[in-house]
């Protein structure tokens, strides 16, 4: 009878994770400092870091998977837990720009807060691509916390049948969601404060 005990102990934290850190994100990205009398400045700052970061992220997350299928296992494993501590310090500093910053409005040329009719018609169609590639990837950097997290328990379980039959679920959508946040980001850059 296999040993399935390392995955059944964490599988009720990864499910209060996976619902956690959506909701907090969520409720954090709505809170201002500033509506609570705590005057900071905007950390205008952090988006091209955060955006280097997830770009950092997808190489290390091609590199990881060149590495295993070069029988590097240890490499690959570090490399995966550098991508997880990529994947935190992008939340952390994500939630910490919004908290201090208001939203940017993309096509938002004269940074006023909202787009006129010169500013909607300037952009056409190219603020549809960036929606589509922005709500796949806030949707898709939902459904990666559990898929990461199960894939890296499977592999800490030494499951490596489930861990890499869910890998080749987890490893595509979370490329997209690291490459698609620098998209996001160059696209809306030009409007930041």
């Known amino acids: 009878m296999e040993d ?3 995955e ?3 599988s009720k934290l990864i499910v209060a994770v996976s619902i956690i850190i959506p909701v907090l994100v ?3 990205f709505a809170v201002k400092l500033k509506d609570f009398g705590i005057n900071v400045e905007p950390l205008s700052f952090l988006p091209p870091i955060y955006a280097t970061i997830n770009g950092i992220c997808a190489v290390v997350l091609v590199w990881a998977v060149v590495a295993i299928k070069n029988g590097k296992r240890k490499l690959h494993e570090r490399l995966m837990t550098s991508a997880i ?3 935190v310090a992008f939340l952390l500093m994500y939630v910490a720009y919004h908290m201090t910053a208001d939203s940017t409005k993309f096509g938002d ?3 006023d807060g909202t787009l006129d009719l010169a500013e909607t018609a300037k952009i056409g169609a190219l603020r549809y691509i960036y929606f589509f590639i922005l709500i ?3 949707l898709l950097s939902i459904a990666i916390i559990p898929l990461v997290l199960i894939t890296y328990v499977r592999a800490l379980a030494q499951r490596f049948d489930r861990h890499k039959k869910i890998a080749k679920i987890t490893f ?3 490329l997209y969601v690291a490459v698609t946040g620098v998209v996001v980001y160059l696209m809306i850059s030009p409007y930041y404060v």
């Open 4 to 6: 399935h005990s390392l």
């Open 8 to 10: 059944k102990k964490y």
């Open 26 to 28: 969520g409720i954090l």
């Open 85 to 87: 501590v990529l994947g």
């Open 109 to 111: 040329l004269n940074h």
């Open 136 to 138: 796949t990837h806030i």
């Open 172 to 174: 595509p959508l979370w």
